[in-house]
């Protein structure tokens, strides 16, 4: 009888711990929720184990020297560019110099008679423009003129026999506008070769309806100037590409060699991207650019801008997964990529097509002018422009909720200020060439030429290609796992090792179990998560 009180005591004090522990995990649980509000940062999915990288091992000192070496290569390069050749060749001509006795009717109209200077492979492509000079006594006085242009090419080969170029169903009238201001008027493309066949070439032109122009006016002279690449400068374009293909092989090959013994599903979101960028970064530098001096094709030119296309598309949907991917490991294709597939499908796309298409009917057709000739030609670039901006204001979006939501924390805010920096350094530099090529470019109806294709000078075309892959070579070295990386099958039966090659989201989140009982509606560790 007297156990039984106590028997009966133990049992309540029992239940009464039991229920104080109870009210106490949903306190916790209730404290839990609402700190989800007051500080978002923590608020998000567990990302997925990753392999170690080089990024989270180097101190300051390492960031310091490794920023000193990408700007002292990127400066070199901008200085072997100053000091090389120039990107054009241009050879001018008057018309009085070929017929002094020219009558002002035989001045209005033609024929004119030109013979190009010496060229070779090396000289790439030839653009003739013609710029008409007038007198006009009124110097404010500006106004547009529209008037066709007939064009008749001939090729002089080895043998000294003339051989016909653009045939009779390219022999038809082109349609220029001609706007002049005070005594000069506007440069016009009369005739583009994309393809140098023959050393020599003789092109005869006339026009019509500038009559009623040279009876008001006078025109007193034309200017021929016949533009191509300066040989010197695609024999270097064609070196340093090599020399970049030749380094961007062995950078793939050494990045895949330090992940060769890590399971793909264990490695970090930026490493599978190294292995898509790599790649595109070969094509980039173009294997086979040399066989566009070779053969009469569009083909070489056309893999040429896909593979620049293909490169420059892929880093900038690698952007926005980064800082999109960064806040979250379920990335569902229809969720997730579909829609940034849509914003650089139609920049890859509009680019591909419209140059293709281009260098196409150039080949075909020497007297082929976009500008003119496709009426859609500026609704395509508007377009194209209407994308780009699109684009960076997504992109801006990402950069500020991955900021916003994850930056306090240890190791993402380490990983976005590295992908931000570099990030910013090649945006501005490729805005800075795109600038420089609407202004300066030595091919005006290259749509191309007005974004990333053509370079105005020898430094911008180093600058540029240099950053690129010197900018892929520093993140290959920044996400490549350490020489100290334990592989994963080593750690997971060793609690010892646990911890040694614990990725940056399992410091932040702790073990599995401990993310249980802070969040018991977090799937457990069976449950596959989507990539």
Same mark, same amino acid.
């Given at each position: 009888?007297?156990?039984?009180?106590?028997?009966?005591?133990?049992?309540?004090?029992?239940?009464?711990?039991?229920?104080?522990?109870?009210?106490?995990?949903?306190?916790?649980?209730?404290?839990?929720?609402?700190?989800?509000?007051?500080?978002?940062?923590?608020?998000?999915?567990?990302?997925?184990?990753?392999?170690?990288?080089?990024?989270?091992?180097?101190?300051?000192?390492?960031? +310091?020297?490794?920023?000193?070496?990408?700007?002292?290569?990127?400066?070199?390069?901008?200085?072997?560019?100053?000091?090389?050749?120039?990107?054009?060749?241009?050879?001018?001509?008057?018309?009085?110099?070929?017929?002094?006795?020219?009558?002002?009717?035989?001045?209005?109209?033609?024929?004119?008679?030109?013979?190009?200077?010496?060229?070779?492979?090396?000289?790439?492509?030839?653009?003739?423009?013609?710029?008409?000079?007038?007198?006009?006594?009124?110097?404010?006085?500006?106004?547009?003129?529209?008037?066709?242009?007939?064009? +008749?090419?001939?090729?002089?080969?080895?043998?000294?026999?003339?051989?016909?170029?653009?045939?009779?169903?390219?022999?038809?009238?082109?349609?220029?506008?001609?706007?002049?201001?005070?005594?000069?008027?506007?440069?016009?493309?009369?005739?583009?070769?994309?393809?140098?066949?023959?050393?020599?070439?003789?092109?005869?032109?006339?026009?019509?309806?500038?009559?009623?122009?040279?009876?008001?006016?006078?025109?007193?002279?034309?200017? *021929?100037? &016949?533009?191509?690449?300066?040989?010197?400068?695609?024999?270097?374009?064609?070196?340093?590409?090599?020399?970049?293909?030749?380094?961007?092989?062995?950078?793939?090959?050494? *990045?895949? %060699?330090?992940?060769?013994?890590?399971?793909?599903?264990?490695?970090?979101?930026?490493?599978?991207?190294?292995?898509?960028?790599?790649?595109?970064?070969?094509?980039?530098?173009?294997?086979?650019?040399?066989?566009?001096?070779?053969?009469?094709?569009?083909?070489?030119?056309?893999?040429?801008?896909?593979?620049?296309?293909?490169?420059?598309?892929?880093?900038?949907?690698?952007?926005?997964?980064?800082?999109?991917?960064?806040?979250?490991?379920?990335?569902?294709?229809?969720?997730?990529? &579909?829609?940034?597939?849509?914003?650089?499908?139609?920049?890859?796309?509009?680019?591909?097509?419209?140059?293709?298409?281009?260098?196409?009917?150039?080949?075909?057709?020497?007297?082929?002018?976009? %500008?003119?000739?496709?009426?859609?030609?500026?609704?395509?670039?508007?377009?194209?422009?209407?994308?780009?901006?699109?684009?960076?204001?997504?992109?801006?979006?990402?950069?500020?909720?991955?900021?916003?939501?994850?930056?306090?924390?240890?190791?993402?805010?380490?990983?976005?200020?590295?992908?931000?920096?570099?990030?910013?350094?090649?945006?501005?530099?490729?805005?800075?060439?795109?600038?420089?090529?609407?202004?300066?470019?030595?091919?005006?109806?290259?749509?191309?030429?007005?974004?990333?294709?053509?370079?105005?000078?020898?430094?911008? &075309?180093?600058?540029?290609?240099?950053?690129?892959? &010197?900018?892929?070579?520093?993140?290959?070295?920044?996400?490549?796992?350490?020489?100290?990386?334990?592989?994963?099958?080593?750690?997971?039966?060793?609690?010892?090792?646990?911890?040694?090659?614990?990725?940056?989201?399992?410091?932040?989140?702790?073990?599995?179990?401990?993310?249980?009982?802070?969040?018991?509606?977090?799937?457990?560790?069976?449950?596959?998560?989507?990539?």
């Amino acid at each position: 009888m007297n156990g039984y009180p106590k028997s009966r005591y133990c049992f309540n004090s029992a239940f009464l711990k039991m229920k104080l522990r109870s009210a106490c995990n949903q306190f916790g649980d209730l404290f839990s929720e609402f700190s989800k509000f007051i500080a978002p940062t923590y608020y998000h999915d567990r990302c997925e184990r990753s392999v170690q990288m080089r990024l989270y091992t180097l101190h300051k000192r390492e960031f +310091v020297l490794l920023f000193l070496v990408f700007i002292a290569l990127y400066t070199l390069c901008v200085v072997i560019g100053l000091a090389g050749p120039s990107t054009s060749s241009t050879v001018s001509l008057h018309a009085t110099d070929i017929k002094p006795e020219l009558n002002r009717s035989i001045m209005a109209t033609g024929p004119f008679l030109l013979k190009s200077p010496t060229l070779s492979a090396y000289s790439q492509q030839l653009q003739v423009t013609a710029q008409i000079i007038i007198l006009n006594e009124d110097e404010e006085e500006t106004f547009d003129k529209t008037f066709d242009v007939n064009v +008749v090419v001939y090729g002089i080969s080895d043998k000294n026999e003339h051989m016909l170029v653009s045939d009779k169903k390219h022999n038809k009238n082109r349609t220029r506008d001609l706007h002049c201001s005070k005594k000069i008027c506007d440069a016009i493309t009369v005739l583009h070769l994309g393809f140098l066949e023959y050393s020599h070439y003789v092109i005869t032109i006339r026009f019509y309806g500038l009559e009623t122009i040279d009876e008001k006016y006078q025109i007193t002279d034309v200017l *021929f100037q &016949f533009q191509s690449y300066n040989p010197a400068y695609t024999k270097m374009e064609i070196w340093f590409r090599m020399i970049f293909l030749i380094v961007t092989f062995y950078v793939t090959c050494w *990045f895949s %060699h330090s992940l060769r013994h890590f399971i793909h599903h264990d490695w970090s979101y930026e490493q599978k991207w190294m292995f898509v960028l790599l790649p595109l970064l070969l094509l980039y530098n173009n294997p086979i650019f040399p066989m566009s001096f070779l053969f009469n094709s569009w083909l070489p030119g056309m893999l040429d801008v896909t593979f620049q296309a293909s490169f420059v598309s892929a880093m900038l949907f690698f952007w926005l997964c980064a800082y999109h991917g960064i806040r979250q490991n379920k990335r569902k294709f229809l969720s997730f990529y &579909f829609p940034k597939c849509i914003i650089v499908g139609l920049l890859w796309i509009s680019t591909v097509i419209l140059t293709s298409s281009q260098k196409y009917h150039e080949l075909q057709d020497p007297t082929f002018d976009y %500008h003119l000739d496709i009426q859609n030609f500026t609704g395509f670039k508007i377009f194209f422009g209407i994308v780009c901006i699109f684009y960076f204001l997504y992109l801006a979006c990402l950069v500020v909720k991955a900021y916003t939501e994850v930056h306090s924390m240890p190791y993402f805010d380490l990983r976005l200020k590295f992908q931000t920096f570099t990030m910013i350094i090649v945006i501005l530099n490729s805005v800075t060439n795109m600038v420089l090529n609407i202004k300066t470019s030595i091919l005006k109806d290259n749509f191309m030429a007005d974004f990333t294709h053509n370079y105005s000078s020898s430094a911008q &075309f180093l600058s540029f290609y240099g950053l690129l892959n &010197f900018y892929l070579y520093n993140m290959a070295y920044v996400y490549s796992p350490p020489g100290n990386a334990v592989l994963e099958s080593r750690v997971k039966d060793n609690p010892a090792l646990s911890m040694i090659d614990d990725s940056d989201e399992e410091v932040i989140y702790g073990s599995d179990a401990e993310g249980r009982l802070l969040n018991p509606v977090q799937p457990g560790p069976d449950k596959e998560e989507s990539d």
